[in-house]
Protein backbone atom coordinates (compact mmCIF):
# COMPACT_ATOMS: atom_id res chain seq x y z
CA UNK A 1 0.00 0.00 0.00
CA UNK A 2 2.79 1.93 0.31
CA UNK A 3 6.36 3.06 -1.41
CA UNK A 4 9.76 4.37 0.46
CA UNK A 5 11.95 6.23 -2.04
CA UNK A 6 14.48 8.79 -0.76
CA UNK A 7 13.30 8.96 3.02
CA UNK A 8 9.45 9.92 2.09
CA UNK A 9 6.59 7.41 1.79
CA UNK A 10 3.83 7.19 -0.95
CA UNK A 11 0.66 5.68 -1.74
CA UNK A 12 0.95 2.78 -4.11
CA UNK A 13 -2.57 4.13 -5.60
CA UNK A 14 -4.03 7.93 -4.90
CA UNK A 15 -7.40 5.52 -4.00
CA UNK A 16 -5.93 4.72 -0.56
CA UNK A 17 -4.70 8.55 0.15
CA UNK A 18 -7.87 9.94 -0.49
CA UNK A 19 -9.44 7.01 1.66
CA UNK A 20 -7.25 7.53 4.88
CA UNK A 21 -7.80 11.33 4.40
CA UNK A 22 -11.53 11.04 4.26
CA UNK A 23 -11.22 9.13 7.82
CA UNK A 24 -9.01 11.61 9.30
CA UNK A 25 -11.51 14.25 7.82
CA UNK A 26 -14.63 12.70 9.09
CA UNK A 27 -12.61 11.43 12.88
CA UNK A 28 -10.60 14.77 13.38
CA UNK A 29 -11.79 17.70 11.43
CA UNK A 30 -15.63 17.11 10.63
CA UNK A 31 -16.72 19.64 13.96
CA UNK A 32 -14.48 22.32 12.37
CA UNK A 33 -17.49 23.17 9.53
CA UNK A 34 -14.97 26.00 8.18
CA UNK A 35 -12.29 23.30 7.50
CA UNK A 36 -14.93 20.99 5.58
CA UNK A 37 -16.67 24.18 3.69
CA UNK A 38 -12.86 25.06 2.70
CA UNK A 39 -11.74 22.35 1.51
CA UNK A 40 -15.04 21.20 -0.14
CA UNK A 41 -14.32 25.15 -2.05
CA UNK A 42 -10.72 24.14 -3.21
CA UNK A 43 -12.04 21.06 -5.21
CA UNK A 44 -8.89 18.86 -4.51
CA UNK A 45 -10.41 17.00 -2.18
CA UNK A 46 -13.50 16.01 -4.47
CA UNK A 47 -12.57 12.59 -4.05
CA UNK A 48 -12.41 12.43 -0.49
CA UNK A 49 -15.29 13.60 -0.45
CA UNK A 50 -16.73 11.15 -2.36
CA UNK A 51 -15.41 8.43 -0.42
CA UNK A 52 -16.43 10.15 3.21
CA UNK A 53 -19.72 10.60 1.96
CA UNK A 54 -20.07 6.59 1.50
CA UNK A 55 -19.30 5.86 4.54
CA UNK A 56 -20.38 8.55 6.76
CA UNK A 57 -24.19 7.46 6.93
CA UNK A 58 -23.72 7.71 10.79
CA UNK A 59 -23.07 11.67 10.98
CA UNK A 60 -25.72 13.22 9.14
CA UNK A 61 -24.93 16.60 10.33
CA UNK A 62 -21.26 16.32 7.98
CA UNK A 63 -22.97 14.70 5.02
CA UNK A 64 -25.53 17.81 5.11
CA UNK A 65 -22.77 20.48 5.93
CA UNK A 66 -20.65 18.96 2.76
CA UNK A 67 -23.63 18.64 0.59
CA UNK A 68 -24.68 22.70 1.54
CA UNK A 69 -21.19 23.74 0.74
CA UNK A 70 -21.41 21.71 -2.88
CA UNK A 71 -24.17 23.32 -3.66
CA UNK A 72 -22.57 26.64 -3.34
CA UNK A 73 -19.57 25.29 -5.72
CA UNK A 74 -20.81 23.54 -8.40
CA UNK A 75 -24.79 21.63 -9.14
CA UNK A 76 -22.47 19.03 -10.96
CA UNK A 77 -20.33 18.18 -7.62
CA UNK A 78 -23.21 18.73 -5.60
CA UNK A 79 -24.98 15.73 -8.05
CA UNK A 80 -22.08 13.56 -7.84
CA UNK A 81 -21.86 14.13 -3.81
CA UNK A 82 -25.77 13.77 -3.57
CA UNK A 83 -25.42 10.39 -5.82
CA UNK A 84 -22.76 8.57 -3.18
CA UNK A 85 -23.65 9.72 0.13
CA UNK A 86 -25.28 7.70 2.17
CA UNK A 87 -28.48 8.65 4.02
CA UNK A 88 -29.46 11.64 1.88
CA UNK A 89 -31.51 14.10 3.58
CA UNK A 90 -34.50 13.44 1.66
CA UNK A 91 -35.45 17.43 1.85
CA UNK A 92 -32.14 18.68 0.47
CA UNK A 93 -32.55 15.83 -2.24
CA UNK A 94 -35.87 17.59 -3.15
CA UNK A 95 -34.83 20.77 -2.74
CA UNK A 96 -31.90 20.36 -5.25
CA UNK A 97 -33.94 18.52 -8.17
CA UNK A 98 -36.54 21.64 -7.68
CA UNK A 99 -33.58 24.11 -8.43
CA UNK A 100 -32.33 22.55 -11.11
CA UNK A 101 -35.73 21.92 -12.75
CA UNK A 102 -36.43 25.67 -12.07
CA UNK A 103 -32.94 26.68 -14.05
CA UNK A 104 -34.55 24.29 -17.12
CA UNK A 105 -37.76 26.01 -16.72
CA UNK A 106 -36.48 29.72 -17.02
CA UNK A 107 -36.39 31.22 -20.26
CA UNK A 108 -33.46 33.80 -18.75
CA UNK A 109 -31.16 30.66 -17.93
CA UNK A 110 -29.40 30.78 -21.45
CA UNK A 111 -27.25 28.17 -22.53
CA UNK A 112 -24.59 27.51 -20.05
CA UNK A 113 -27.23 27.17 -17.48
CA UNK A 114 -29.28 24.36 -19.27
CA UNK A 115 -26.55 22.66 -19.50
CA UNK A 116 -25.00 22.82 -16.09
CA UNK A 117 -28.46 21.83 -14.62
CA UNK A 118 -29.07 19.15 -17.52
CA UNK A 119 -25.57 16.85 -16.59
CA UNK A 120 -26.61 17.61 -13.05
CA UNK A 121 -29.65 15.74 -12.64
CA UNK A 122 -28.03 13.34 -15.26
CA UNK A 123 -25.15 13.47 -12.88
CA UNK A 124 -27.76 12.39 -9.99
CA UNK A 125 -28.67 9.39 -11.88
CA UNK A 126 -31.71 8.62 -10.02
CA UNK A 127 -35.30 7.33 -11.35
CA UNK A 128 -36.94 10.76 -9.93
CA UNK A 129 -34.26 12.61 -11.87
CA UNK A 130 -34.65 10.87 -15.09
CA UNK A 131 -38.33 11.17 -14.75
CA UNK A 132 -37.91 15.35 -14.43
CA UNK A 133 -36.03 15.39 -17.32
CA UNK A 134 -38.20 13.23 -19.94
CA UNK A 135 -41.39 15.05 -18.13
CA UNK A 136 -38.90 18.42 -19.08
CA UNK A 137 -38.22 17.44 -22.58
CA UNK A 138 -41.81 16.98 -23.38
CA UNK A 139 -43.07 19.70 -22.25
CA UNK A 140 -43.77 22.71 -24.09
CA UNK A 141 -43.93 25.41 -22.23
CA UNK A 142 -40.10 24.64 -21.54
CA UNK A 143 -37.79 26.74 -23.62
CA UNK A 144 -37.24 24.84 -26.59
CA UNK A 145 -32.98 25.70 -25.99
CA UNK A 146 -33.28 24.01 -22.47
CA UNK A 147 -35.70 21.24 -24.04
CA UNK A 148 -32.57 20.52 -26.76
CA UNK A 149 -30.15 20.18 -24.12
CA UNK A 150 -32.24 18.13 -22.24
CA UNK A 151 -32.89 15.47 -24.46
CA UNK A 152 -28.55 15.44 -25.70
CA UNK A 153 -28.58 14.80 -21.82
CA UNK A 154 -31.00 11.55 -22.01
CA UNK A 155 -29.22 10.37 -25.27
CA UNK A 156 -25.91 10.60 -23.87
CA UNK A 157 -27.28 8.73 -20.70
CA UNK A 158 -29.02 6.58 -22.85
CA UNK A 159 -25.94 5.22 -24.92
Known sequence: MLKRENEKLYFLHQSFQEYFAACHLLKYESANKDAIQEKVWTRVWENTFAIL???AGEWPD???HVLKTALKVDPILTARFLRVAENV???LLQE???IREKVLRDPQ???FAYKEAAQAL???S???TCEVL???ASDKKVPLKSRLVILNKLMERSS
Open 89 to 91: DPI
Open 126 to 128: QEQ
Open 53 to 55: LGF
Open 134 to 136: INL
Open 62 to 64: VIK
Open 109 to 111: SGS
Open 122 to 124: AEL
Open 96 to 98: FVE
